[in-house]
């Protein structure tokens, strides 16, 4: 069995990702209605941000960001900055 450094796993950790599936049972019940909407115009679900007990979903269509809070109100121009 191979013994990876801290490093090496933290960069394999990296380039993991989450099924699209398992992130869509995470989201609340008004966030799966109102992200259909966000769906048909192109948008795809990218990831989840947890702070203050609620989830803030993040969707992303080309260079357009839009978020979905955990009570379903969507923001096509919300004040984030992504990393790349």
């Given at each position: 069995?191979?013994?990876?450094?801290?490093?090496?796993?933290?960069?394999?950790?990296r380039h993991l990702t989450v099924k699209g599936a398992n992130l869509w049972t995470q989201l609340t019940?008004?966030?799966k209605l109102v992200s259909h909407s966000l769906t048909q115009c192109g948008y795809e679900l990218a990831f989840i941000r947890y702070a203050n007990n609620s989830g803030l979903t993040v969707f992303l269509h080309n260079a357009n960001i839009a978020t979905v809070s955990s009570d379903g109100e969507i923001d096509k121009e919300p004040t984030i900055v992504m990393r790349t």
């Open positions: 069995m191979e013994v990876l450094s801290t490093r090496e796993l933290l960069l394999e950790r019940p008004a966030q």
